[in-house]
Each structure stands twice: as C-alpha cells, then as structure tokens.
C-alpha cells in the first residue's frame, strides 16, 4: 500500500450513508402510511367494542395487572394526569423523528436497521389493525376507567363518529410503545455512555402513560414488543466491509496498513 491510497481507504471504514432525499421521502411515507393507513379500519365499531370486551376477558384469565391500578396512580393530580396527557400528545412523534435524525446524521449503519425495524413494526401493525379493530379501555365502560384527555386535557382525539384525522379503533398493537422501545434499544446499541441504558425510561414512561391515560390495553404493549423483537430478528446491521477499520482509530489503521505493506513485499 502506498501513502496514496490510504486517505482513500480511511474516508471508506464507515457505511455509506443512505441518499438524504430518498431517506426524507421513506420516512414521509412511513409517517404517512401511519395516518392513512388507520383510516381503512374505520366504520367497524361493533367488531372494535366486541373485540375490547375478548381482550379485557383475556387479560384477567391471564391475570395481567389491572389497567385502573396504572390509573389511579396518575388521577392524585391534576398535574400529574395533565403531564401524563401531554407526553402522549406530544412526544410519540417528535421524538421519533430525532431518533431517526441523530442516527442518519452519526451512525448511518445503526439508522438503517433501526428505520427498516419501524417500517416493518409499523406495516405488521397496521395490518393487525385492519384484522383486529379494538376500541381502547376507555371506550369501554366495562373498565371503568377514565377517558384523561377528554376529562383533564389535552386530547389529541374528537369524538369517535366526528374523528376524520385518526382511527380510534386501532389500539392493538401500540405503535407508541414499539416506537418507544425501538428508540431505546437504538440509543443503546448506537451510544457507549454508561448512561445509556437510562433511555430505557422513555418506553417505560411511554407504557404507563397509555395504561394510565386509558389509550392502551397490557396486550396492546406485549404485541408492541414481540413485534418488534421479531423486527430486530431477522433485520441485521448492514456487514462492515472486509479489511476496513473503523474510524477515529490511527493505531487499527496504522497496523492495517503495515499489514498490506508486508504482503505486498512478499510477493
């Protein structure tokens, strides 16, 4: 190896970065399958109140904690149920979206496997919803639980039969909590803080916020989950390229080269 061609061979030890364009257009699309595509579950209320009562049967023969334990929790101030209302109306997204941000701009591998996870989770749950329309527990007056939004504010939901921005009838799996999670586990995998397992407490705060609030069954959370453990599965982090070093390390790249000098010299 000549020094000539080592700038070139350092400038190749990290994955390419995907095209920002096509990037910005897969992650418009995703976020807009996500709105569209819960509108093709609407008009199924019947089926979406008859399901709600199997999962509420389902959940006490499991013996899965009582959603209203989560929620009286939450209802001994108004402060606390108000924030808790906020952070489901206004984090879901946002945050997702620097996640995916972060990762595209400083670990172009791990934004790969983590935008194709969400894609999948999100492809598995929309299907899911047309399968399965469920009304959330606090539509349900068999729960007795609260509808916080509605009752403390704010709410990022009207009336069911007004609704044309969403479909309240998809609460099976909970996009939330598997967005939540996916952006925990990809911090974690991309970071190397010791402190990085404390982004474990944004899909913990996500799961009891859309108990407490009502928005989300336990089953919801747990087809979240094996969902996107089974995303995670089968969707690997694209494979270094053979005899590449990874960057900010001159001492790899130094050996790696006196390496490719010796073989040169002996043939």
């Given amino acids: 190896m000549t020094a000539r061609t080592e700038p070139a061979q350092a400038e190749s030890d990290a994955p390419a970065r995907p095209p920002l364009v096509r990037e910005l257009l897969l992650v418009a699309g995703l976020f807009l399958v996500y709105k569209l595509g819960r509108q093709l579950a609407t008009g199924h209320t019947a089926e979406a109140f008859r399901n709600a009562r199997h999962v509420w049967d389902w959940e006490r023969a499991l013996r899965l904690p009582d959603e209203g334990a989560v929620q009286s929790l939450l209802l001994h101030g108004d402060t606390l149920v108000h924030v808790a209302n906020t952070y489901y109306a206004v984090v879901h997204f946002p945050a997702t979206a620097a996640f995916l941000v972060w990762l595209y701009l400083r670990r172009p591998g791990h934004y790969v496997r983590a935008r ?34 509605r009752v403390f504010g704010p709410s990022v939901y009207g009336p069911p039969r007004a609704d044309q921005l969403s479909n309240q009838f998809a609460a099976m799996p909970s996009l939330h909590f598997g967005w939540a999670l996916m952006l925990a586990i990809g911090l974690i995998l991309a970071t190397r803080s010791r402190l990085r397992w404390l982004w474990l407490l944004h899909p913990l705060v996500t799961l009891l916020v859309i108990v407490g609030t009502a928005n989300h069954y336990w089953l919801d959370v747990i087809v979240a989950a094996a969902l996107l453990g089974l995303a995670l599965a089968v969707i690997h982090l694209p494979r270094r390229t053979p005899g590449v070093v990874p960057r900010g390390r001159p001492a790899m790249r130094r050996r790696a080269a006196e390496q490719q000098e010796l073989v040169g010299a002996g043939r």
């Fill in 116 to 149: 194709r996870a969400l894609a999948a989770v999100t492809g598995a749950a929309l299907v899911l919803h047309l399968l399965f329309p469920l009304a959330p527990p606090r539509m349900l007056g068999a729960t007795g639980l609260v509808d916080t939004a």
